[in-house]
């Protein structure tokens, strides 16, 4: 999966089950308020990557990976 928000306020709720599955996200807010990721993943192999930032003056960008499994990976960015 590769996805790129915008907007304000943005919220980003994906889920993956299996085996060398991928996301790639992206969150560019441009309200105060700051936006919200959740990613799950379930299986073998797995990568998540969630960017988010800039954002407007104010707010919080709040970041959640879950995975369950083996060999699984994650990143997480987070630029003001």
Known sequence: VDLVQGGNATPLDLTQNGSDNGIE???????????????????????ASLSQGPRGTGGTDTATIMQNGMNNSATVTQRQ
């Open 25 to 47: 996200a992206s969150q560019m807010s441009e309200g105060a308020s700051g936006d919200v990721g959740i990613i799950g993943q379930t299986g073998i192999g797995n990568y």
